[in-house]
């Protein structure tokens, strides 16, 4: 079992990567291999439908996606949708989603957003074949205090969504494995 959590965020003080690092950890303490990345540590070109596809970092990220059997998407929410990082992500990466089990950590500064991860969702299951687990973390600022999550119901979302990823991806074989 290979579980891959994407941290998506470009700001340095991220509400969506402490909910990442919660997610990782709670994974490590049930037993799965468990790879973290955070897209600072790859800058990736914008997607230009042409030579941005053959960037160095392109190609790595690309690797720790097709070799995931199951990946959280760590986001923050803007302007009602994930952030144009993941976006871009997805779009420099494209095929090699395909038919992976995927969760969601959103992190945002309102309640009023918590459908907006839909969207995305969507993308991933329709072009991708993606199984989209149906439960996922949505935390507002109250939920950190600047060096983890504090929440103890938002911890605990989280605990159980590792549980369910973790399940759904050991459970799932696309048609073509």
Known sequence: MSILVLSCS???ESNSRLLAKAF???CVEKGAVTEYADLRNFPLPLCDGADAYSHENVAKVTALIEAAQGIVIATPIYNYDANAA???L???TGSSWEAKTVAFLCAAGGQNSYMS???LANSLMLDFRCVIVPRF???TNSAFDGGGVSDPKVRERIARLADELIALSSAY???AD
Do not use: T
């Open 90 to 92: 997805l779009e420099l």
């Open 137 to 139: 973390v949505y935390a």
């Open 86 to 88: 993941v976006k871009n």
């Open 10 to 12: 470009l700001n340095p």
């Open 173 to 175: 074989r696309s048609p």
């Open 24 to 26: 990782s950890v709670a």
């Open 117 to 119: 991860i839909m969207g």
